[in-house]
């Protein structure tokens, strides 16, 4: 009867101890489906990033060549612009030397004039 006892107790545990393993390996076969599945979802968002950003960066770099392109062309505007601004101030000084000379000595000979006909009045 022991006997009996122990070979029942025996193949007890061992059916317990097949069964507590295949709920484990049920439980991760389940956990392997459920990462392929997540691995697969993040495998197609890179994909839809990856699509959209490549036509996205080619938009980026056509816009920083035709923004430099205009920028360059705005550097030899604003370089005009400085001769031109350089050329106006030589002709003001120009204009301010050659006008400013006569009328100062025209002013001066009309000082010179105005004294001159006092003088005659007073005498």
């Given at each position: 009867?022991?006997?009996?006892?122990?070979?029942?107790?025996g193949?007890?545990?061992?059916?317990?101890?097949?069964?507590?393993?295949?709920?484990?390996?049920?439980?991760?076969?389940?956990?392997?489906?459920?990462?392929?599945?997540?691995?697969?979802?993040?495998?197609?968002?890179?994909?839809?990033?990856?699509?959209?950003?490549?036509?996205?960066?080619?938009?980026?770099?056509?816009?920083?060549?035709?923004?430099?392109?205009?920028?360059?062309?705005?550097?030899?505007m604003?370089?005009?612009?400085?001769?031109?601004v350089?050329?106006?101030?030589?002709?003001?000084?120009?204009?301010?030397?050659?006008?400013?000379?006569?009328?100062?000595?025209?002013?001066?000979?009309?000082?010179?004039?105005?004294?001159?006909?006092?003088?005659?009045?007073k005498?």
């Open positions: 009867m022991i006997a009996s006892f122990w070979s029942n107790a193949a007890t545990a061992a059916l317990i101890a097949s069964v507590g393993w295949a709920v484990l390996a049920l439980a991760i076969i389940y956990l392997l489906v459920r990462i392929t599945a997540m691995i697969e979802s993040v495998r197609m968002t890179i994909d839809g990033v990856r699509q959209e950003t490549i036509p996205l960066l080619h938009e980026v770099t056509t816009t920083v060549t035709s923004v430099n392109r205009e920028l360059d062309r705005m550097d030899s604003l370089e005009s612009a400085g001769k031109i350089e050329s106006a101030e030589r002709l003001t000084k120009t204009v301010e030397q050659t006008v400013s000379n006569p009328m100062i000595k025209f002013a001066a000979w009309g000082a010179g004039l105005s004294r001159a006909f006092r003088r005659l009045r005498d």
